[in-house]
Nanobody, 124 residues
């Protein structure tokens, strides 16, 4: 089992950058592929990005490709998400999650552990 805590959210203007972080407890962080998802009010949970256990492969949702970068530091049990060129439509609660099941990285149902989320608000 792993506990996840997100941080780094806030209110920014369009075009700005933010860096979210996910901190994991426990010694099993490197056994999980990890992902970021987001959910805006009244909308379904959306895949943002994912990274394999050793960080060798990354995957992105179409809406953030080229603007967001996911990474991980297995020595520090952290997973940053660098978000550049933010848009108002990026406004949402952002969650980090640990993937436990086989299946596509973009399907939130394949993730077993979730953080509490951090709010990102982008003003126009």
């Amino acid at each position: 089992q792993v506990q996840l805590v997100e941080s780094g959210g806030g209110l920014v203007q369009a075009g700005a950058s933010l860096r979210l972080s996910c901190a994991a407890s426990g010694r099993t962080f490197n056994t999980y592929a990890m992902g970021w998802f987001r959910q805006a009010p009244g909308k379904e949970r959306e895949f943002v990005a994912a990274i394999t256990r050793n960080g060798g492969d990354t995957y992105y949702g179409d809406s953030v490709k080229g603007r967001f970068t996911i990474s991980r530091d297995n020595a520090k049990n952290t997973m940053p998400l660098q978000m550049n060129s933010l848009k108002p439509e990026d406004t949402a609660v952002y969650y980090c999650a640990a993937k436990q099941r086989f299946g596509t990285y973009s399907d939130y149902r394949n993730y077993a552990y979730w953080g509490q989320g951090t709010q990102v608000t982008v003003s126009s």
